[in-house]
């Protein structure tokens, strides 16, 4: 895969070319792009080998020269239970959701239930907006083989891949659970009241605001070793909002404390540099770019959009996305 | 590296037992989710016995995780 960062004029000629594509960019920036085998999601906010950007001009693209072949759909809310249901044998699925839609807030509760969820590697991202444009202008996704750009919709592209090459999804995460208390939530959303801390019932606005814990460190739930976040969004009177939901029974703690958060993103990312960034298809949280002043700042090798939400299967928060493409025969692999 | 039968016991093990120290993504989010199908009705198992077996079987990058199960 080749990551870059490109003008509308340079992206153009690419797609004109006739490669398959995947787009990263301002609403303006993708509406100058033609109709080709591309899909792309709006955000002005970006990774590149230079560091962190803000950008409305210019779009990152992702190259897929392994792809065989694409197929490129809409889905609203309703049609999510079908979304996965023209994948190809072997490959993966890219999928761009506008941030604060319906089907945004359908994916993120419903997709651990996704028919064939775990069948083949899903990826993608929430797409978003210049901070200074909040209230005023509405995420889009673009399906670049029709045109139609929507807010109300995500687009998915299922991409076939060589026979001879898989695709492996995979999450950077800097926070582990910490060690205080069990927390655990009555009923799954993007909202709670309530929380039962340790066995004990408790408002969970006022048990945060006891306790004096900040916002900017997630929960964080552990699925069988892998570290899933649940950033705050914030706490009111009564009850707390999140960015993604809190799951009804499961265990959640704070995440573990890691000091000053800029200093300890850049010590983090500083290890990944031999972590292959520069050939994955990757993506990064909003967040880590507020906290983490990741403006100016790399994160490793990594490169790409910076997004209102990640999607590794599941919709995850303040997290690093990647996909990575490996040599290998999945047939003698699954003899 | 083969795939176990879908009658092997290994497969149950993995739902119900100590959890199996994996390390791919999917492998970890299948398998947390099926743990919590299986503890909320144990009469899907063999649901969720069928949807292991059949992961291993699709994704290559899951063999690895084959020999934690």
Redesign the interface.
């Known amino acids: 895969m080749r990551n870059m960062f490109l003008s509308t004029r340079e992206a153009s000629d690419l797609i004109a070319s006739g490669v398959v594509l995947l787009a990263a960019g301002s609403a303006q920036a993708l509406a100058a792009l033609p109709r080709g085998k591309w899909i792309g999601g709006s955000t002005p906010y970006f990774m590149t080998a230079e560091g962190g950007r803000l950008d409305h001009d210019k779009v990152f693209c992702t190259v897929l020269d392994n792809a065989v072949d694409v197929r490129c759909a809409v889905a609203g809310e309703s049609e999510l239970p079908s979304l996965l249901s023209d994948r190809f044998g072997n490959g993966f699925s890219y999928l761009l959701i506008p941030a604060f839609s319906a089907v945004h807030q359908r994916f993120a509760v419903d997709a651990h239930g996704l028919p064939g969820l775990y069948d083949q590697p899903l990826i993608g991202w929430v797409t978003g907006i210049d901070l200074g444009d909040l209230g005023k202008v509405k995420p889009v996704v673009v399906n670049g083989m029709t045109g139609e750009t929507l807010e109300d919709k995500a687009v998915v592209m299922h991409v076939a891949l060589k026979p001879d090459i898989f695709a492996e999804a995979d999450i950077v995460n800097l926070f582990t659970q910490g060690d205080g208390p069990d927390l655990v939530f009555p009923t799954t959303g993007f909202s709670a009241s309530t929380c039962v801390v340790d066995g004990a019932e408790r408002n969970f606005a006022e048990w945060l605001r006891e306790t004096g814990a900040g916002t900017e460190l997630p929960l964080v739930a552990n699925y069988n070793g892998a570290m899933i976040n649940v950033a705050f969004q914030g706490v009111h009177e009564n009850k707390v909002d999140f960015y993604a939901p809190v799951v009804a029974g499961r265990i959640y703690r704070l995440a573990a404390s890691v000091g000053d958060y800029p200093s300890a993103y850049g010590t983090y990312c500083n290890s990944l540099h031999d972590a292959g960034g520069a050939t994955a298809l990757s993506c990064n949280c909003i967040l880590n770019y507020l906290y983490a002043s990741l403006e100016g700042r790399t994160t490793g090798s990594f490169t790409g959009p910076v997004t209102f939400g990640e999607i590794a299967y599941i919709l995850l928060n303040q997290t690093l996305v990647r996909l990575d493409l490996l040599s290998g025969n999945l047939a003698a692999a699954a003899d | ?3 176990p039968s879908i009658m092997d016991p290994r497969w149950r093990r993995a739902l119900t037992g100590d ?15 099926l ?2 199908d299986v503890r909320r009705d144990p009469s899907a198992m063999n649901d969720a016995v069928s ?1 292991l077996h ?8 899951a ?1 690895r995780d084959l020999s934690a199960l």
């Open positions: 590296m083969s795939i959890e199996p120290k994996v390390t791919s993504l999917a492998t970890r989010l299948l398998i947390s989710r743990r919590d949807q059949g992961f291993f079987s699709a994704n290559a990058f063999a």
